[in-house]
């Protein structure tokens, strides 16, 4: 071999870099949504008439990223699906992020104990005295200025509680009691209420809390590189968290320090590791609203000399600090948040001066602005002729954003409004005319250039903007062109619970380390030293696969495995082609290193054959299939290119060292050693005579697989085709820890009873034919864990939406089964105990505890005046007093545990629209281990009770009371709940017919120019059909089998199910077109090479060349169906099916490239003995 040194290098070079970057696994392997658990959505998107679909696909994903991930930390992916739809998958964070997430949480639970929140500062002074010294002792120990202030706190509020007692009590006897009295008693109280308020400020000024702290981590953490203006030389500044940290520092080191220090080092290993969001609620938040742009007349600041001056500008300022900035009342103007500070900032001496004073900095550019809470906030007019919003008008946009220049040629951003827009803009402009204007994006200020003239369908920003800065501002106005192009709710949601991925990963783990071994075992058994090397490629393949995946950052999914899995057997074909050449050689006489050379370059053209055909089918799963078939196609397509290299480099480098640097002259094989398997492996068989014999039991079966498929019609479909929902249940444990199991029967039987009796219209009607699944079953019916399927028609759906009030659980047809599902297994599976409490056996906010927040005060608005809880932030919004019943006294709900239950309801499809409301659970009796009563405050940014009662109640409070009362009350555990729209199903069905097609055409145009006749293809189109009905047949025979009485126990002895088409069937059938062509190319090629230059194959050149490859064929077959079997026994329910169609396209597609791709290749057109004699026939 030559250059055998220069290629040995660069081999070991490859091995190496491919080694180290799949170390550790466990952090360079990702690991996808159905192995670890996660959530996929897949959203529609609204395409007008003459847009470029691809176009406004690419930039919504654009703006979602920017809007989710604008870091690129997290493992979200974005991709898109047909000419309309967004598919997103988030992985749920794995194992160790937990445990990083945890310490994270337990060293900031430590802050919390070493301090008391605004809004448990009221409860503990209400505590009685003993254990209320057990918190002050806990928080400030027993001296030092923190604890002098909590002393004097306490003491003042309970000097004026027994004063305002006494006061009380005189005011009943006013007509005895003189005046004067009771004025100096009110004068008492006041001054003790006085001293407590100011003693209460000292020491919340130094117990920070963790929401304090977390939201100093939330903060940007991008250092700013800002010019000097003193020396002209750029300078890294600290970040906006780096500097905020700081500060935090300076005031509480003193006390906290170690408590800091802690927390700093655990947050670091957590956001170190986290790669996704931490819950499923997060994503569906930040998909919401996305998008929308916003244009604002900015207000100018008091003494500017300008009449766009607000008059109340103090007051807004002040409630601001007071009651937070979506709290402010003003009916012409509103506070908006600025997106990146760092953006606003050109200079080392500005970033000084907006440290010392925001106000300061904000007006020297004309603008009213003020910071709280670590953000930058200005003030921009709210009224109709000074702001552009959709909500004024729904018609206008901005139909691009580019890069542009100024009169002076100075680089500028370039903006077209559409034809509505540019009317609107040009009454914004044209009256506002050297007033700053601010560009909102999702309701944050990106910018606020001034408005130099009157703009209408053209506009430039200028500005002395990077070029970062540039692209940034184009971006946003781009993401406002896609406005309301996003779905509000997804048409598709798929959750698999964390336990259910885990189950998955080892199950496929298991199964791909069995294949590899069985494999070798086998290659070493029957080619010896051959073997040898045969497994050493195969190892090194197994490192090139993960190697690819990990520099690429390709997540594994479960078909994922299934492809590496297939990929062994497929890499052990290119092996077993090549050891069968140079055995072919060795017996013509040749050496052994004259048939190592001769026998990978005539195997060279078989092997290249094969893969660039399962490539083509790769290619056509990556551009049409959904984010997990992609990551299979993904996986093979990787196993293909790494199977061409170890088997036509790797492997080669290794013979040639046997042979050129070892000088081995003499290697042997199984077939060597024993002559009787050698002439068993080349039989003398007239195979073309059997074409008859062939063709009726093709027909018979094939007639027999399309029978089946028209007699189950739709039935064969799983939920993607049909559209549905799919609940997995799982039993509660016994006592003793030991698993639950119940028989597919008796559960199908409980489903099936659900949906008896109900009218056409309910969408529980459809469990009358639900199906049952047991989930890895200990005996092939019996499991913990069943996926229970209702396939929902269009009509039902539609209809089904229609009924029952607004927000009521009846509208969704999906909760509605999830929830009679429960119901029925209520006392059998994993549920919440429900809490009922005061007030919740009403239907609506009429008599339940539920009041609107008019002061700053909490008692004062749920008529408790002892709580004296700050509830500033949320005037204008919702208090829901949750009041426990004292009969669960000893079953008490923790604080996290209320907050887990509310949060889960709100991300449901029916509390969906109260995701942006914000919500704030408070201990009112009890601990927060403990809770007696607690108050749940929720407000809307977008309404008050003060402007608008009615609106209040129908958007605010009755959602927010219905979201309460199901969530506390009904709550239960499942694993899984995914759903599917009959609108995607129909979609997916036209995706599944034309990835078949697409195949199919690629493949017959490939053939027929790498054997250059239309002959060649039709037979391996002929030989795909044939396999594929075959195969499609057997799946709709399964369930027969599976269901009837006579077959059911053999059937499920060996694993048979009711399987379904679903998408990852349609991936196996396109796999099986892939493979099953190999067997077929083996021939083929030989057919070709036997036929020489003669133009046509006769009936001896196929016979002989069948016989010669019979060997390899069964030989590459056995080994990938060992593979598949491996797959089908121990990979698990997540690929039964899967393995299944795998399964039996391999023995089908072996029968077939003898019994059917042969014989349409060989021609008789000119009958008698000639054709035996091989003369010319057309």
Known sequence: MKNLRAKSIFLLVVMILFGVSIYPPSEKLRLGKDLRGGTTLVYSVEIDPGENAQEVLDKVIEVLKDRVDPDGIFDITMVAQGQDRIEITMPLPSEKVKEYRT???????????????????????????EEREAVFERVAGTSGPLREQLD?????????????????????????????TLDE???????????????????????????????????????????????????SMPSSRQRALAKFRELHDARLKDVIDNILARYNEYIE????????????????????????????????????????????????HEKGPLNVRARDARWAKINRIEAWLDSVQQLQLLDQSPQAYFRGRGMVAEEYDGAYWVLLWDTPDRRLTPNDDSEWAVAAAFNSTDQSGRPAIGFRMNARGSRLM??????????????????????????QGRITRNGIITGNFSTAEREYIIRVLNAGSLQAKLSSEPLSENTIAPELGLDNLRMGTKAGIIALLVVSAFMVFYYFGYGLVAVISLIANAILILGAMSLAQAAFSLPGIAGVILTFGMAVDANVLIYERIREELQRGADLKTAVRLGYERAMSSIVDGNVTNLIVCVVLGQL???????????????????????????????????????????????????????????????????????????????????????????????????????????????????TYKSRADVLEAVRSIGEGRDELDPLRALRLAEVIPVNPIDGVNSNTFNIKAFLLEGQAVASSSVGSAGSLEDSPTDRIVKAIVSKFQDEIDTKAPVEFSGSQYDSIDGAPVYPILTTRLGEAIGRSQYRDNVAAFIGGAAIVIDINEADAEHLPTLSGLQERIDTMRTKPDFADTLRHEMEIRVLEGTEDAVRMAVVLVSDPGLSYFDNAEVWRAALAEPEWD???????????????????????????????????????????????????????????????????????????????????????????????????????????????????????????????????????????????????????????????LATLILYIWGGEGVRAFSFALLTGVIVGTYSSIAVAAPFVWSRKMAGPAADRDQLTT
């Open 103 to 129: 310490a994270y949480l337990e060293a900031l639970e430590e802050l919390d104990r070493r301090s008391i929140s605004k809004a448990d500062f009221e409860r503990t002074m209400r505590l009685p005295p």
């Open 152 to 180: 004097i706190a306490a003491e003042s509020l309970s000097k004026a509680t027994a004063l305002r007692a006494q006061y009380e009590l005189l005011l009943r006897q006013e007509e005895t009691v003189p005046a004067e």
């Open 963 to 1121: 979201l309460v009362r199901s969530a506390l009350t009904e709550v239960t555990t499942l694993a899984s709940v995914q759903t599917f729209s009959p609108v995607i199903a129909e979609r997916f069905k036209q995706t599944a017919v034309v990835s078949v097609l697409m195949s199919f055409l690629l493949i017959l145009i490939y053939i027929w120019v790498r054997f250059g006749s239309v002959r060649y293809s039709g037979a391996a189109i002929a030989c795909l059909l044939h396999d594929v009905l075959t195969v499609i047949g057997l799946i709709a025979l399964c369930e027969i089998l599976y269901d009837h009485s006579t077959t059911q126990a053999v059937a499920q002895s060996i694993g048979i199910q009711p399987f379904k088409i679903d998408l990852n069937l349609v991936a196996a059938v396109l796999t099986i077109i892939g493979y099953s062509l190999n067997d077929t190319i083996i021939i083929m090629d030989r057919i070709r090479e036997n036929r020489g230059k003669l133009p046509y194959a006769s009936a001896s050149v196929i016979n002989d060349s069948v016989n010669q490859t019979i060997s390899r064929t069964v030989i590459t077959s056995g080994t990938t169906l």
């Open 185 to 235: 008693l009110a004068e008492k109280i006041a001054e003790a209420e006085l001293a407590y308020e100011h003693a209460r400020d000292a020491a919340m000024e130094v117990m920070p809390t963790s929401a304090e702290f977390q939201r100093i981590l939330e903060l940007p953490d991008r250092p700013l590189i800002l010019k000097d203006e003193r020396t002209g030389q750029y300078q």
């Open 273 to 320: 590791n986290r790669t996704s969001l931490d819950d499923p609620s997060d994503l569906v938040r930040l998909l919401r609203g996305a998008g929308v742009l916003k244009f604002a007349i900015a207000v100018d600041p008091q003494g500017s000399g300008s009449s766009n001056t607000h008059p109340e500008e103090d007051r807004l300022r002040a409630e601001l």
């Open 625 to 739: 299939g959904t984010q997990e078939i992609r990551g299979f196609a993904i996986t093979l397509g990787i196993g293909v290119c790494s199977t061409l290299f170890a088997s036509l480099f790797i492997s080669r480098i290794l013979m040639a060292f046997i042979t050129d640097v070892a000088q081995l002259k003499r290697m042997r094989m199984l077939p060597m050693v024993v002559p009787g398997l050698e002439r068993l492996l080349e039989p003398r068989i007239k195979w073309l005579s059997l074409r008859w014999v062939f063709l009726f039991v093709s027909i018979a079966y094939v007639g027999l697989g399309m029978f089946m498929v028209a007699t189950r019609g739709e039935k064969m479909l799983d939920m993607e085709f049909r559209g549905g929902v799919q609940v997995t249940m799982r039993f509660a444990d016994q006592e003793d820890g030991q698993p």
């Open 426 to 451: 040009g009454e914004l402009t044209g009256g506002n005319i050297g007033n700053k204007m601010a560009i909102l994006l999702d309701d944050e200020v990106y910018t606020a250039p001034v408005v």
